[in-house]
């Protein structure tokens, strides 16, 4: 009678707890290769979108100077820039001790816009260009 027991001893286990590893190991196989391929998906998409549309990886703000004092965008910026060095508030950041070296800069740059403006003029005028 020993010798029937010895070879059940070592086998036995709890019914259920095999369906219960077993189940458990699938939960954990099926999780990691959910993640994993989640994973593959999210890289090769990263990938794709860096190579085939580079131009909208560049975002506008990362091309103005850590430096700049102010930002003004306008899809009309002559004209918005004329309105806004004529307000209130430009004349008064003029004045700013602060702002010194920008108002030169901002002075050249009128002057070309100017120069500019009346090269433009100028050229219409004599071959009757209408821009």
């Known amino acids: 009678m020993d010798e ?3 070879g059940e001893q070592g086998q036995y286990v709890e019914p259920g707890k095999n369906e219960k590893k077993n189940n458990t190991r699938k939960i954990v196989k099926r999780t990691l290769i959910t993640a994993g391929l989640a994973l593959a998906v999210y890289m090769v998409y990263s990938i794709v979108y860096l190579f085939i549309s580079p131009d909208r990886n560049i975002q506008q703000i990362y091309l103005v100077p850590e430096d700049a004092a102010f930002i003004i965008q306008s899809s009309a910026p002559i004209e918005d820039w004329e309105k806004f060095s004529g307000s209130k508030t ?3 950041l003029k004045k700013a ?6 108002t030169k800069s901002v002075e ?3 002057l070309a816009v100017n120069q500019e403006e009346e090269k433009t003029n ?5 071959f009757g260009i209408h821009l």
């Open 4 to 6: 029937l027991n010895n």
């Open 90 to 92: 430009w004349q008064c």
């Open 97 to 102: 001790k602060s702002f010194e070296e920008v």
């Open 108 to 110: 050249k740059l009128e």
């Open 122 to 126: 100028f050229l219409k005028t004599i």
